[in-house]
């Protein structure tokens, strides 16, 4: 089954410095989001880039979204203590059809 | 609004007894229902998940089984956990359409 990849497994950045995620996928895709997950907790969705779509702004994160490569990037500027949490990709083959999750990075922002 | 509801948030079971986890949804109908697995420090295995009633996928082998006797409630049940059962359980729903999912707060599940 296709399932998002992310690297780098482990991140670990100062305040105020971007940080930068990358996921890869293996078939085609209809969307792929982004979640977070802060430790112990349930995921909470960020953002959705649908399979037409190259670039998408919300806040300080910024999703890109190549197909031909079948990769995706989650930017986040000017991190913060607070965004320190795992962040997972992921992706569904058609409209309906189940949500399948990539391995996370885990984001550590020092103050 | 719509919000789920997943419990119990810990439990602590000896092996070779028996398992059920609930969620329920409320605020939305016919919605589309996930069963996943992590492991510690890993990402999520998807285990089962529903586009309605009496229609429940298995994505991988395993002990645990799992059913919907209402629209908007979502069971995973096990009749003998392995100590392998151990883990953080995750429910989630999404619209008929996919989209965004709506996660639950997990259980802790630890099998002694």
């Known amino acids: 089954s296709q399932q998002g990849e992310e690297d780098p497994q482990a991140l670990s950045i100062q305040e105020g410095e971007n940080a930068t995620m990358n996921c890869s996928y293996k078939?085609?895709?209809?969307?792929l989001q982004w979640y977070r997950q802060n430790s112990g907790r349930g995921l909470v969705h960020l953002i959705l880039?649908?399979?037409?779509?190259r670039e998408k702004h919300s806040g300080r994160l910024r999703v890109t979204l190549d197909t031909s490569k079948k990769s995706s990037s989650l930017l986040i500027t000017a991190s913060r203590a607070a965004d320190t949490a795992s962040y997972f990709c992921?992706?569904?083959?058609?409209?309906?059809?189940?949500?399948?999750f990539g391995k996370g990075t885990t984001l550590s922002v020092s103050s | 609004s719509q919000t789920i509801h997943q419990w119990p948030a810990t439990l602590v079971q000896p092996v070779g007894s028996p398992l059920s986890l609930e969620c329920t949804v409320e605020g939305t109908s016919n919605p589309n229902l996930y069963w996943y697995r992590q492991a510690a420090g890993r990402g999520l295995q998807l285990l089962f998940y529903s586009i309605g009633i009496d229609q429940i996928s298995s994505e991988v082998p395993q002990n645990l089984s799992a059913s919907r006797p209402q629209d908007r409630q979502f069971i995973l049940s096990s009749k003998k956990l392995l100590l392998s059962d151990s883990g953080f359980y995750l429910c989630?729903?999404?619209?008929?359409?996919?989209?965004?999912?709506?996660f639950g707060q997990g259980t802790r599940l630890t099998v002694v």
């Open positions: 992921a992706t569904d083959a058609r409209a309906g059809t189940a949500l399948i």
């Open positions: 078939t085609s895709i209809n969307n």
């Open positions: 989630a729903w999404s619209g008929v359409r996919g989209g965004e999912a709506f």
């Open positions: 880039i649908r399979s037409n779509e």
